[in-house]
């Protein structure tokens, strides 16, 4: 039996859906570094939590997360929603290390 719940089951669509959230609140902005930035220095400051950052075990970013980002980088570089996925990558780590709370601030889905 594998491991369920939103911190282990539900961490992909809890990603998916708080990314497509994003989009939307951006309304048609290009995402960049700077704008995710202040996006999750606001998220954070409203006690909110960043789904796909961060994990209790591991050290360096997900594996699957780097093969799923070369595939997309070679395949889809000009998808909105995966540019909005990269500016996250840029931007959410330096923001959470900054913050302290958390030992691996790197993607995990």
């Known amino acids: 039996c594998g491991l369920a719940g939103p911190l282990h089951g539900l961490a ?11 989009q939307k609140q951006l309304g048609g902005k290009t995402p960049t570094k700077e704008l995710l930035t202040d996006f999750a220095e606001k998220t ?3 006690g909110k939590v960043i ?12 594996p699957r997360y780097m093969l799923e980002r070369e595939f997309a980088l070679k395949h ?27 030992k691996n601030p790197f993607p995990n889905v």
């Open 12 to 22: 992909n669509q809890e990603c998916l859906g708080w990314l497509l959230d994003v």
């Open 44 to 46: 954070l400051k409203e």
């Open 51 to 62: 789904p796909g950052f961060g994990h209790a075990v591991l050290r360096n970013t997900d």
């Open 76 to 102: 889809c570089a000009k998808d909105p929603l995966f540019q909005l996925v990269d500016a996250c990558y840029q931007a959410i780590p330096p923001v959470l290390e900054k913050g302290g709370k958390v």
